[in-house]
């Protein structure tokens, strides 16, 4: 009993005076409350709930209060001294009452609202059998029923938690300096020992950060208030000062005078809020395990410049970074702004009605565990009051939401219940706000064939009217309004209508949505989005076969049409055979039947005799949108075409398919033959990429069907495949010949190549040597019987030598063996050979040549030096010594001097001659192998060829 005592009067003793009675918006409790009662019931509920009961304590607190001020200031009111009897007899009465209300129920429902229209927001308060408010649950140790029915335990969310806490508090005051918050300000300013007072008996520090815009900004201004709190500086802004937190009411003030000491145009910037509270998280340093609350005071939404960093706008992307940055920081924020619909805007700026429309804040306050309070209250001491008793009081309940699946249903009961603490009961009245729904068109998603659809927005169960001035509709990226578009209308009290000013685009997806309403209360309405698509065009056709105007050369073709229509597509009850009709030489025929395989049209079972000319018509084929306001798009479509069966016959003369023509000239000669007769000036001869007429040169027609081509000479080139196709040939009813004539000649206009490739040099020293020859012509081919080989005065034809055939050449290889003939050459001869050769072109006489050739025989040379001896003096006479040696016009040798001693002097290279006054090549000019001059004596030499020692000897030098 008496732990249970103490406690409690620790719990009256740790708690700051609840607050006075908030102004609201002068709206009834009911169906719906706003926000701004979320934080104002809260704090008005945990009155009821300090040590069980916080009504009964309330008085005793304050009175408390009272009494501790004016013992420890040793102060008389009215005269009279305060007895200590009286503070012992206070403390008895509140152990007595913790008592007796110490067994009382342990779980309440402080508070329960709508918040948006399916969204129920509940606050739960639970108790220890002492009255201590428990901390640390979650959502797990919740159940909650309506109406006897367990809520979806995945539709609950918990909102406000109570993690444990200390009392520790470092709070951070962020204030709009800008010129529309003069009065608040100083509003503020005058409460400050009313907001210290509430937080008596937390071990608190407070921060002032000030802002207009941010520092990127011309002007910018954000800055923590430093002062000093003695000294000179004494409550000025210095910016090196050393004190920033505040942890009394005179450093309070202090810091608050100091923030005044900053002058910049409050008019020109944005208000930067979140970026102040970003910057207070870098700048401040917290106590650890200290509560962080931050206090912004403003009456704008978040507008920040694109110069600003972090840039946290008033976009929900801004908000839930803000969100995220706090939680991550434990820090609790308290906004202090307008309401919904009461931020500031200007038409005369050009400002859009939306941007008075800001939820931001009551969200960022509900998201970090924090209490969202009315900027413009009457009375800002219980404003202030109830913003200290937010943070100082320790009656800690829990926010809970939840999705309700009863509407319009009156009063619902609502139990919650925590294990193991028990249940808590309440009631409420059951919102059943106006329910749009889309009437035209419907259904969403389909396809209309009006150009100026219209769209309509029926509100149902309207309990209060919908606020027309709240209304956005957002039709593809444009959002219209009441104040601004003139294609919205309100009928019949409940339907919203759109008529566009101007047509829809064919093919156009129409995306529209009712982004924002609200009922005459504020209560936003739900959403509702739907699409249709535009089909302002009939069907279109393609593909027609036979195609229009064309001539067709069989008497059953295929009779078909494509008929395609987007993005209605084609109603196929409109494809019936009274809808279409064929005419052959102006007679309407019957007797046919239709298929429709969805893309294409067949006429079936009907057929044509030549010269036939045939009209088909598509009468009023009509689309197939979704929807009847308007009616579907049609459209008709006629072709013809003409029957020809029989065209003209060509006949290839010359040169005839893959032949080989050795004429300069070569003509191309066609038969065309129709018995109607050939049209001239219908043929097209294509020649070499080239298409010719009879207005061409070089082709003419003549007899009724010759047709010739003749080009002048060198109009072919050698090697040449001439490609001709015959493209047209019509007869007088413009049948052309089947399919064109197609065919290539070569033209070969050079004779056959020789190559000696048997003696391979010039000169040899075989005095019987075997002669070989590869003749051959790429072309045409060679012909061997026109092979006539002269040796010398001697000829051989075709059969006198050897012939090898090669079909890769084609040509060959010609063999002769002189030793077979009795043939021997004799040293330095000359042997002139003679081929002739032609080839074998199908047209005109074959390309003949002959090929003439010589090589020698190498003449017979001795071991020899000359002269010798020699004298190497330069006069120009016998300078050198000249060395002769066998095969020296064929093959090199290696000459090396030796002094009688046998020592090596000079070694060099002796190459092949051509003929005999070509001395240096074989010689030597008296030096060593260093270029020094050798003196006079006789020297060895030998000659050697393939390391053989072809000569040797001596030779004299002499000078």
């Given at each position: 009993?008496?732990?249970?005592?103490?406690?409690?009067?620790?719990?009256?003793?740790?708690?700051?005076?609840?607050?006075?009675?908030?102004?609201?918006?002068?709206?009834?409790?009911?169906?719906?409350?706003?926000?701004?009662?979320?934080?104002?019931?809260?704090?008005?509920?945990?009155?009821?709930?300090?040590?069980?009961?916080?009504?009964?304590?309330?008085?005793?607190?304050?009175?408390?209060?009272?009494?501790?001020?004016?013992?420890?200031?040793?102060?008389?009111?009215?005269?009279?001294?305060?007895?200590?009897?009286?503070?012992?007899?206070?403390?008895?009465?509140?152990?007595?009452?913790?008592?007796?209300?110490?067994?009382?129920?342990?779980?309440?429902?402080?508070?329960?609202?709508?918040?948006?229209?399916?969204?129920?927001?509940?606050?739960?308060?639970?108790?220890?059998?002492?009255?201590?408010?428990?901390?640390?649950?979650?959502?797990?140790?919740?159940?909650?029923?309506?109406?006897?029915?367990?809520?979806?335990?995945?539709?609950?969310?918990?909102?406000?938690?109570?993690?444990?806490?200390?009392?520790?508090?470092?709070?951070?005051?962020?204030?709009?300096?800008?010129?529309?918050?003069?009065?608040?300000?100083?509003?503020?300013?005058?409460?400050?020992?009313?907001?210290?007072?509430?937080?008596?008996?937390?071990?608190?520090?407070?921060?002032?950060?000030?802002?207009?815009?941010?520092?990127?900004?011309?002007?910018?201004?954000?800055?923590?208030?430093?002062?000093?709190?003695?000294?000179?500086?004494?409550?000025?802004?210095?910016?090196?000062?050393?004190?920033?937190?505040?942890?009394?009411?005179?450093?309070?003030?202090?810091?608050?005078?100091?923030?005044?000491?900053?002058?910049?145009?409050?008019?020109?910037?944005?208000?930067?809020?979140?970026?102040?509270?970003?910057?207070?998280?870098?700048?401040?340093?917290?106590?650890?395990?200290?509560?962080?609350?931050?206090?912004?005071?403003?009456?704008?939404?978040?507008?920040?410049?694109?110069?600003?960093?972090?840039?946290?706008?008033?976009?929900?992307?801004?908000?839930?970074?803000?969100?995220?940055?706090?939680?991550?920081?434990?820090?609790?924020?308290?906004?202090?702004?307008?309401?919904?619909?009461?931020?500031?805007?200007?038409?005369?700026?050009?400002?859009?009605?939306?941007?008075?429309?800001?939820?931001?804040?009551?969200?960022?306050?509900?998201?970090?565990?924090?209490?969202?309070?009315?900027?413009?209250?009457?009375?800002?001491?219980?404003?202030?009051?109830?913003?200290?008793?937010?943070?100082?009081?320790?009656?800690?309940?829990?926010?809970?939401?939840?999705?309700?699946?009863?509407?319009?249903?009156?009063?619902?009961d609502v139990q919650a219940s925590v294990t193991p603490y028990g249940t808590g009961e309440t009631?409420?009245?059951?919102?059943?706000?106006?329910?749009?729904?889309?009437?035209?068109?419907?259904?969403?998603?389909?396809?209309?064939?009006?150009?100026?659809?219209?769209?309509?927005?029926?509100?149902?169960?309207?309990?209060?009217?919908?606020?027309?001035?709240?209304?956005?509709?957002?039709?593809?990226?444009?959002?219209?309004?009441?104040?601004?578009?003139?294609?919205?209308?309100?009928?019949?009290?409940?339907?919203?209508?759109?008529?566009?000013?101007?047509?829809?685009?064919?093919?156009?997806?129409?995306?529209?949505?009712?982004?924002?309403?609200?009922?005459?209360?504020?209560?936003?309405?739900?959403?509702?989005?739907?699409?249709?698509?535009?089909?302002?065009?009939?069907?279109?056709?393609?593909?027609?076969?036979?195609?229009?105007?064309?001539?067709?050369?069989?008497?059953?073709?295929?009779?078909?049409?494509?008929?395609?229509?987007?993005?209605?597509?084609?109603?196929?009850?409109?494809?019936?055979?009274?809808?279409?009709?064929?005419?052959?030489?102006?007679?309407?025929?019957?007797?046919?039947?239709?298929?429709?395989?969805?893309?294409?049209?067949?006429?079936?079972?009907?057929?044509?005799?030549?010269?036939?000319?045939?009209?088909?018509?598509?009468?009023?084929?009509?689309?197939?949108?979704?929807?009847?306001?308007?009616?579907?798009?049609?459209?008709?479509?006629?072709?013809?075409?003409?029957?020809?069966?029989?065209?003209?016959?060509?006949?290839?003369?010359?040169?005839?398919?893959?032949?080989?023509?050795?004429?300069?000239?070569?003509?191309?000669?066609?038969?065309?033959?129709?018995?109607?007769?050939?049209?001239?000036?219908?043929?097209?001869?294509?020649?070499?990429?080239?298409?010719?007429?009879?207005?061409?040169?070089?082709?003419?027609?003549?007899?009724?069907?010759?047709?010739?081509?003749?080009?002048?000479?060198?109009?072919?080139?050698?090697?040449?495949?001439?490609?001709?196709?015959?493209?047209h040939a019509e007869d007088v009813y413009r049948n052309d010949i089947s399919a064109p004539v197609?065919?290539?000649?070569?033209?070969?206009?050079?004779?056959?190549?020789?190559?000696?490739?048997?003696?391979?040099?010039?000169?040899?020293?075989?005095?019987?040597?075997?002669?070989?020859?590869?003749?051959?012509?790429?072309?045409?081919?060679?012909?061997?019987?026109?092979?006539?080989?002269?040796?010398?005065?001697?000829?051989?034809?075709?059969?006198?030598?050897?012939?090898?055939?090669?079909?890769?050449?084609?040509?060959?290889?010609?063999?002769?063996?002189?030793?077979?003939?009795?043939?021997?050459?004799?040293?330095?001869?000359?042997?002139?050979?003679?081929?002739?050769?032609?080839?074998?072109?199908?047209?005109?006489?074959?390309?003949?040549?002959?090929?003439?050739?010589?090589?020698?025989?190498?003449?017979?040379?001795?071991?020899?030096?000359?002269?010798?001896?020699?004298?190497?003096?330069?006069?120009?006479?016998?300078?050198?010594?000249?060395?002769?040696?066998?095969?020296?016009?064929?093959?090199?040798?290696?000459?090396?001097?030796?002094?009688?001693?046998?020592?090596?002097?000079?070694?060099?290279?002796?190459?092949?001659?051509?003929?005999?006054?070509?001395?240096?090549?074989?010689?030597?000019?008296?030096?060593?192998?260093?270029?020094?001059?050798?003196?006079?004596?006789?020297?060895?030499?030998?000659?050697?060829?393939?390391?053989?020692?072809?000569?040797?000897?001596?030779?004299?030098?002499?000078?």
């Amino acid at each position: 009993m008496r732990k249970m005592k103490i406690d409690c009067w620790l719990m009256i003793i740790d708690h700051s005076p609840p607050p006075r009675k908030q102004t609201t918006d002068g709206k009834k409790r009911g169906k719906k409350t706003k926000p701004l009662q979320i934080a104002n019931k809260n704090n008005r509920n945990r009155k009821k709930n300090s040590c069980a009961d916080l009504k009964l304590y309330y008085f005793l607190f304050k009175a408390m209060r009272k009494i501790d001020f004016l013992l420890n200031a040793k102060t008389i009111m009215s005269g009279i001294k305060i007895k200590k009897f009286k503070l012992i007899f206070l403390l008895i009465l509140a152990l007595i009452l913790c008592f007796v209300n110490s067994f009382a129920q342990t779980v309440s429902v402080n508070d329960i609202y709508t918040e948006p229209c399916d969204t129920v927001y509940i606050e739960v308060c639970v108790q220890d059998t002492l009255g201590r408010f428990i901390h640390n649950l979650g959502l797990e140790d919740f159940r909650i029923q309506e109406i006897g029915e367990l809520i979806d335990p995945s539709t609950i969310r918990l909102i406000g938690d109570c993690p444990g806490e200390s009392s520790m508090v470092d709070i951070v005051l962020l204030l709009d300096m800008s010129t529309s918050m003069n009065d608040e300000t100083m509003e503020l300013e005058a409460n400050i020992p009313v907001f210290v007072a509430g937080l008596a008996g937390m071990d608190y520090r407070i921060a002032l950060i000030r802002f207009c815009g941010c520092p990127a900004e011309p002007d910018g201004d954000r800055e923590i208030i430093r002062t000093e709190y003695t000294g000179i500086w004494a409550c000025r802004y210095r910016i090196t000062g050393s004190e920033w937190w505040a942890t009394t009411l005179s450093e309070f003030n202090c810091l608050f005078s100091a923030s005044w000491d900053i002058t910049v145009d409050p008019d020109a910037r944005e208000e930067d809020h979140f970026g102040a509270m970003v910057y207070a998280i870098e700048n401040l340093v917290f106590r650890p395990y200290a509560k962080k609350v931050f206090i912004l005071f403003t009456d704008e939404r978040p507008q920040v410049d694109a110069v600003c960093d972090p840039y946290l706008d008033y976009t929900d992307e801004a908000l839930d970074s803000i969100v995220t940055i706090l939680n991550a920081n434990d820090i609790e924020l308290m906004p202090v702004t307008p309401h919904d619909g009461e931020f500031f805007y200007s038409i005369s700026d050009g400002d859009s009605p939306d941007r008075r429309f800001y939820l931001g804040y009551y969200e960022a306050a509900e998201r970090t565990g924090g209490a969202w309070f009315h900027l413009y209250s009457a009375d800002y001491s219980a404003l202030v009051d109830s913003i200290a008793f937010e943070i100082a009081v320790d009656t800690c309940c829990y926010l809970l939401s939840y999705v309700t699946p009863n509407f319009c249903a009156g009063e619902i009961d609502v139990q919650a219940s925590v294990t193991p603490y028990g249940t808590g009961e309440t009631t409420y009245e059951a919102f059943c706000p106006p329910i749009p729904e889309v009437i035209m068109p419907i259904p969403c998603g389909g396809i209309t064939s009006c150009k100026y659809q219209e769209i309509q927005i029926e509100f149902h169960q309207i309990m209060t009217d919908v606020d027309t001035s709240s209304i956005i509709l957002r039709v593809d990226a444009t959002n219209y309004t009441f104040h601004t578009a003139s294609e919205l209308a309100w009928l019949d009290d409940s339907v919203l209508e759109f008529t566009p000013a101007n047509p829809w685009n064919h093919n156009q997806t129409v995306n529209f949505s009712l982004i924002r309403a609200l009922d005459e209360d504020g209560c936003p309405i739900n959403t509702v989005s739907c699409s249709f698509i535009v089909d302002t065009l009939p069907p279109e056709y393609s593909n027609e076969y036979p195609f229009d105007n064309s001539i067709v050369y069989e008497n059953d073709p295929p009779l078909s049409i494509d008929i395609s229509d987007s993005p209605a597509g084609v109603d196929s009850l409109s494809l019936i055979p009274g809808n279409t009709s064929i005419w052959v030489n102006r007679v309407l025929q019957t007797g046919y039947t239709l298929t429709w395989n969805g893309t294409t049209l067949e006429f079936i079972g009907i057929s044509f005799d030549d010269a036939d000319s045939v009209t088909v018509c598509i009468d009023s084929i009509w689309d197939d949108p979704d929807y009847d306001y308007c009616p579907p798009n049609w459209s008709s479509y006629c072709w013809s075409f003409f029957i020809a069966t029989d065209g003209p016959v060509p006949e290839i003369v010359r040169p005839l398919p893959n032949t080989y023509s050795a004429c300069i000239a070569q003509d191309i000669i066609m038969y065309i033959v129709d018995i109607e007769g050939v049209v001239p000036s219908t043929i097209e001869l294509l020649v070499e990429g080239i298409t010719y007429t009879v207005d061409s040169a070089y082709l003419t027609f003549s007899d009724d069907s010759v047709l010739t081509f003749q080009p002048p000479a060198g109009f072919w080139s050698n090697g040449q495949v001439v490609n001709v196709t015959l493209l047209h040939a019509e007869d007088v009813y413009r049948n052309d010949i089947s399919a064109p004539v197609t065919w290539s000649f070569i033209m070969d206009l050079t004779a056959p190549v020789a190559v000696f490739q048997e003696p391979g040099e010039i000169m040899t020293s075989d005095y019987s040597p075997h002669i070989i020859i590869e003749v051959f012509d790429s072309l045409s081919g060679l012909d061997p019987g026109s092979l006539v080989f002269q040796l010398n005065e001697f000829s051989y034809y075709y059969g006198d030598f050897d012939w090898e055939y090669s079909y890769d050449s084609a040509g060959g290889i010609l063999v002769f063996d002189p030793v077979l003939e009795g043939i021997n050459f004799a040293p330095g001869d000359t042997v002139t050979i003679t081929i002739y050769s032609c080839d074998t072109p199908d047209y005109c006489p074959p390309n003949c040549d002959d090929s003439i050739w010589q090589f020698f025989i190498e003449p017979k040379a001795e071991c020899m030096v000359h002269p010798n001896p020699f004298s190497p003096n330069e006069d120009d006479i016998n300078d050198i010594a000249v060395f002769d040696y066998p095969r020296m016009f064929s093959e090199k040798a290696e000459l090396i001097v030796y002094t009688l001693r046998n020592v090596e002097v000079w070694r060099g290279t002796l190459y092949p001659i051509s003929h005999y006054q070509e001395v240096l090549e074989r010689s030597w000019n008296g030096r060593d192998k260093d270029g020094k001059a050798l003196p006079e004596g006789i020297y060895l030499y030998i000659i050697e060829r393939d390391d053989k020692v072809v000569c040797n000897g001596t030779v004299i030098l002499a000078r």
